[in-house]
């Protein structure tokens, strides 16, 4: 088992731009649809222009949650599919004889939204871009979890989804959508919303049909004051619950 406290959280989607309408939406959770884009204010114009959309969802949430003046904390990048339209575009110009963009492929690597992020704050620490399958989120987690018992005060936690290409229809095992999410988590603070996740391997069965993308479901879980959350994966199975 592991526990740690979410000290702040930021999330943006479509259509869920602040943290009272996701609080409405965590009592009442539907699957956010839209081509929105977050302004992302933050960032410089000219380097704005290069980070597309998935891109800008994971950045606009971590420059929310992380101060100006802040450097150095530990970051997770977590994702389970990254920025696959690129990859597509990329295939697909593969596949046609075309040239390939060296730009596209830079940007369409597990870790180019990260990178940019570092890039853009001068960010020297450690940081960190991951995918884990459905458990991605708990994978995150339990790498977070790491990096405070080696000695880290906080990490940051950017967890970012976008739906698949169409091409991809047929293998998709869970709902779709286009969202982020950002976590600063410390340790176990009893004084703070604190969580616990275990994990066991005991023939675990069968869940019910997902009807939100794992991401959104274990955020709603924080948001909307459960106290515990079963998620069965793989051959896993994951216990979320909530101290007080």
Known sequence: MIAFSVKEWSAWAPGLVDQDAWRAWAAAPWIPTGDDTPALAEVPAMQRR???????????????????????????????????????????????????SPTTFGLSVHNAIAALY???????????ALAGGMATVEAACVEAAALLADGADEVMLVVYDAPLPIIYTDFADEPDAG?????????????????????????????PAA???HGLEV???????????????????????RDG
Do not use: K
């Not at 969202?179 to 969580?195: E, N, Q, S, V, Y």
């Open 211 to 213: 009807t939100l993308p």
């Open 118 to 128: 570092s890039i853009l704050r001068r960010e020297r620490g450690n940081y960190i």
């Open 50 to 100: 290069r980070i597309e959309r998935l891109g800008r969802m994971a950045i606009q949430t971590a420059c929310w949650c992380q101060r100006a003046e802040e450097n150095g904390m530990p970051l997770i990048f977590a994702s389970r599919h990254g920025d696959v339209s690129r990859s597509m575009e990329l295939l697909e110009a593969l596949a046609t004889g075309q040239p390939v």
């Open 179 to 207: 969202f982020a999410w950002c976590w600063r988590i410390g340790p176990a603070d009893a004084a703070l919303l604190t969580l616990r996740l275990a994990w066991s391997g005991d023939d675990p069965e069968p869940g």
């Open 219 to 241: 955020l709603r879980f924080l948001l909307a004051g459960d106290r515990t959350l079963q998620w069965r994966c793989d051959d896993l199975d994951w216990h979320w619950r």
